[in-house]
């Protein structure tokens, strides 16, 4: 085993870099500072820059120090593998992490870095890490043609968010432990494989305005879900829908989830009739697939767009895990379903105009998925041409159930 010596990481240089500085004059900086990576390492283009990958696990931590006090998403993206992993500490479950993947990690990076607004109304102001390295040493590789490294870092984060509610804002201070695993390619460039929150060292802190400690898992959790994340996950499903996809729009429902069909007596006092996953991937795989109903009927075309109105939080957050959310989501949709008809009608568009009920839930590490869908009726007849008149979503799917 090999063991490195290491001493605290500062990022005085790039701090005091002029704001208006050219592609070119970037590049030229980068090469005159680190000129062993212009025989070993390849840029990466980053939209309007050029990003030289770091060649040693120091310069891995400057690059991750200065990514995140500038909120610069490409920068920090070029940091981590493909394959990388955050494994969470939750203190009531220390045995048990939470993980996320990279398209997760970036997601709560932009939400945080760009300022989204967040489903409880938090925008991130500033943002001011500083890391020194605690241990450094060279570790067994799972790939052979890589040199890993295992890091653990003392993390000092200080995080300023606005809020919307009555408390106005919020300094969430971090001080703990990190660890990272860094692999090291055939080409010399470093990446974060993974990043583990060991949780917070002993001892709070008492700055200014800071809450109670708070551990990197539980900020990031903070900033996981923002409402740019639900308008997101609906343009997916608008998207899965009219392009009639089955594997993308079943990755988008939970294993409990059950479509509630409209209420057509308001005065009934009977339960609401549903269906379950089950079914309801074998009528959409019947409408998708192009399936031939008992009538002759097909569908052909399907055009699909969601508006999402309003976002309630179910879940109380005092209560759900690190990055459980439960969420009832409001949705206006315009559908137009073109269908063939075998038994002699010809043609027939369905148009759907109506408010939809969801209730989203992801649990710790997960995306968002429905685990119900509640029709609602039609705001108003149709009056385009060649529609029939008014149709709920529930009547659709019922003519290929």
Request: aromatic share 10%.
């Amino acid at each position: 085993m090999k063991f490195l010596a290491v001493t605290p990481l500062a990022n005085k240089f790039m701090d005091r870099l002029p704001v208006r500085l050219t592609c070119f004059g970037l590049l030229a900086i980068s090469l005159f500072l680190f000129p062993s990576c212009g025989d070993d390492s390849s840029p990466v283009d980053i939209g309007d820059s050029v990003f030289i990958p770091p060649d040693t696990p120091e310069e891995f931590i400057e690059r991750l120090v200065s990514a995140y006090n500038r909120r610069d998403l490409d920068s920090y993206a070029a940091l981590l593998h493909e394959d990388f992993v955050f494994e969470g500490f939750d203190p009531d479950s220390p045995k048990a992490p939470m993980n996320w993947n990279r398209n997760r990690e970036l997601a709560i990076a932009r939400n945080m870095f760009e300022g989204s607004e967040t489903l409880d109304g938090r925008t991130v102001q500033s943002i001011n890490l500083d890391l020194n390295v605690k241990f450094l040493e060279e570790i067994e590789s799972d790939d052979p043609d890589e040199t890993w490294y295992s890091v653990l870092l003392a993390v000092d984060l200080k995080v300023f968010a606005l809020n919307q509610g009555e408390d106005g804002f919020t300094n969430y201070i971090v001080f703990s432990d990190a660890e990272f695993i860094l692999r090291q390619n055939s080409e010399g460039n470093v990446s974060a494989g993974r990043q583990i929150d060991h949780g917070s060292i002993d001892g709070k802190r008492n700055d200014s305005g800071a809450t109670e400690e708070f551990t990197w898992t539980a900020v990031k959790s903070v900033f996981r879900w923002s409402k740019a994340d639900v308008n997101a996950y609906f343009g997916t499903f608008a998207s899965s829908y009219s392009q009639r996809d089955s594997v993308s729009y079943s990755s988008l429902l939970a294993d409990s989830y059950t479509f509630e069909l409209l209420d057509e007596d308001p005065d009934d006092t009977e339960p609401p009739q549903f269906w379950d996953l089950a079914e309801e991937l074998v009528i959409t795989g019947r409408m998708f697939s192009g399936w031939e109903n008992p009538a002759g009927a097909t569908v052909q075309t399907i055009r699909l767009t969601i508006d999402p109105r309003s976002i309630d939080l179910l879940s109380d957050p005092d209560e759900a895990g690190p990055g459980e959310i439960t969420l009832r989501v409001l949705a206006r949709i315009n559908m137009d379903v073109s269908v063939i008809d075998q038994g002699g009608n010809g043609f027939t568009r369905y148009i759907v105009f109506s408010d939809q009920d969801w209730t989203l839930h992801a649990a710790p590490g997960g995306d968002l998925a429905a685990t119900n869908q509640t029709d609602r009726e039609p705001i108003a007849k149709s009056t385009m041409p060649g529609a029939t008149e008014e149709s709920s979503w529930g009547a659709v799917k019922g003519l290929f159930r």
